[in-house]
């Protein structure tokens, strides 16, 4: 008598399931430097809320990828993009986009902590004042604190926010630029390496971090190490030469991934 | 395992780990054959020697368990190497258990000894140990071979060893009911009888396990069951012996 009712709580689940947002829908992506192609039409989709893990060798193209996602390969001579990458509807390589609009919805945190030569304050306060987000000094300094919290920064610097920012220790540098990147409220966040820099305890700190920028943003993380992969994310892309070979929860992608070269890469094999 | 680590004493790690498994293996495999040999020629100098033999696998269990944690924390090892490594820890913990049964049994003896035991019964109980012995010996060979398609069928073999233990059961409850002087005698020997059975199970516990180490998933459905001296009562075994 159960059955049907059973199957249908089963359909609503499967439903529930394959209810995924996307926020960002990369399509037949390929990158050229010149003459050299760097990746072979790439489909990723970027789920919102989520954290992707970006994984593969040195030179596999996972960088090139995460750099797509802003434009951030615009600034390289001789880099041409083709396929289709959208944020929400738009497409970001329509010439229609303000490419300076995009990056402040599409924020980047690097591998090597690069605060402005300014202060505390002014490395959060630059990007809200540039973009007009601020309507007061009151506003501003609302947005400061409010960032320099999301980025679990508040407590230790509340007392010299006109301090220079590189005086920081280095993790303390990377949450600071995080602050600067969660600032201008951006949806999606994109880090390239942002731990390799940083010894386990900062790593730790940033590690803790993304946990809970997840809720209010969407991460996309390239990442040497394995075990943070596993750690932060809850898609993995694995890259090899150019392609993407395997894109799966984060729990299978470790455990028992589908694809030959993801598992010799995760095992530390050799292909 | 189709190519070997970069880091290559990792591979050396790994390989420890299997040798040191198929070795339990083979302790625990000859502790089950000798203790029911002893059993059934009421041999107590043989028994001694698989009782002493227990402390070789209840060691060997302590070492693949020691490397194996020390392994996880320096490799932090992923996919086939983790369950790899899983896998020989609880492996090895089966294989541990057999000895202890065989152990057991081998401590029956001389209780069994000192009443006789009827020629028939030990014919049923070799028959038992054989196939039990037999599914431990080919679980032992799949975990070199790793081939999926074996561990699966021993696993379906299961109830083979389950049906020929519900026989016995019924024979033993037999024997004790027409003559009360073969209840000591007979509750040993049952308890031998659930011993080789258990055996069967954790070999095929094992299949299971090397299952999971190969392809990364569980193996599917029920296990074949067909023990059904759970519900075998006195009356019943009067009837049918009648």
């Not at chain 1, 880099?79 to 289709?84: A, F, H, L, P, Y």
């Not at chain 1, 600067?180 to 949806?187: D, G, K, L, T």
């Not at chain 2, 199970?201 to 180490?213: G, K, P, Q, S």
Request: charged fraction near 25%; include cysteine.
């Amino acid at each position: 008598m159960n059955m049907m009712s059973e199957a249908a709580v089963e359909k609503a689940l499967d439903k529930k399931m394959n209810d995924i947002s996307y926020k960002m829908i990369g399509k037949d992506v390929s990158v050229y430097y010149g003459d050299k192609r760097a990746l072979y039409d790439v489909n990723l989709n970027v789920r919102e809320n989520t954290v992707t893990a970006l994984i593969g060798p040195s030179g596999c193209g996972k960088s090139t990828f995460l750099r797509t996602l802003n434009r951030m390969n615009d600034t390289i001579d001789g880099c041409r993009v083709t396929g289709r990458i959208t944020l929400d509807t738009d497409d970001i390589y329509d010439p229609a986009i303000d490419v300076v609009e995009l990056r402040a919805r599409v924020g980047m945190v690097f591998q090597k902590p690069n605060p402005f030569p300014k202060s505390i304050y002014e490395n959060v306060a630059y990007g809200p004042r540039i973009h007009g987000l601020a309507k007061s000094k009151a506003d501003l300094d609302a947005i400061v604190e409010r960032s320099l919290q999301k980025a679990g920064l508040w407590n230790e610097v509340k007392d010299r926010l006109q301090e220079g920012g590189t005086g920081l220790s280095g993790g303390q540098q990377q949450r600071l630029c995080i602050a600067r990147a969660v600032a201008v409220s951006p949806e999606v966040i994109l880090m390239d390496e942002p731990c390799s820099a940083l010894d386990p305890i900062a790593t730790a700190k940033v590690e803790e971090l993304i946990h809970e920028l997840r809720a209010n943003f969407t991460i996309v993380i390239v990442t040497h190490s394995m075990q943070q992969a596993a750690r932060v994310s809850q898609r993995t892309a694995m890259f090899h030469l150019g392609n993407l070979v395997e894109e799966n929860d984060t729990d299978k992608m470790f455990t028992n991934p589908d694809d030959q070269r993801t598992q010799d890469y995760i095992m530390g094999r050799f292909g | 395992m189709s190519s070997s680590h970069i880091v290559s004493i990792y591979d050396e790690e790994l390989k420890y780990l299997s040798r040191r498994i198929s070795e339990m293996g083979g302790t625990a495999e000859q502790m089950v054959a000798d203790s029911v040999r002893a059993l059934v020629t009421t041999d107590a100098a043989l028994a001694q020697k698989v009782i002493s033999e227990d402390v070789i696998l209840d060691t060997a269990e302590r070492q693949i368990n020691d490397k194996a944690i020390v392994t996880i924390a320096k490799r932090q090892p992923m996919a086939a190497d983790l369950r790899e490594i899983m896998g020989a820890i609880r492996i090895a913990a089966e294989l541990e258990r057999v000895g202890d049964l065989g152990k057991n049994t081998a401590k029956r003896v001389i209780a069994v000894q000192s009443s006789g035991m009827p020629r028939k019964l030990a014919r049923g109980l070799e028959h038992l140990a054989e196939l039990a012995l037999m599914q431990l010996k080919e679980v032992l060979d799949v975990y070199a071979t790793r081939s999926i398609e074996k561990a699966k069928a021993i696993r379906e073999r299961d109830d083979e060893i389950d049906a020929i233990y519900t026989s016995l059961f019924r024979e033993l409850l037999t024997y004790m009911m027409e003559d009360p002087r073969n209840i000591t005698p007979c509750t040993h020997l049952l308890f031998c009888a659930k011993n080789i059975e258990r055996i069967g199970d954790h070999a095929t516990n094992i299949a299971e396990t090397i299952y999971y180490m190969a392809t990364g998933s569980q193996p599917e459905g029920e296990r074949p069951k067909d023990d059904t001296s759970t519900s075998v009562v006195a009356a019943g075994v009067a009837d049918a012996s009648e």
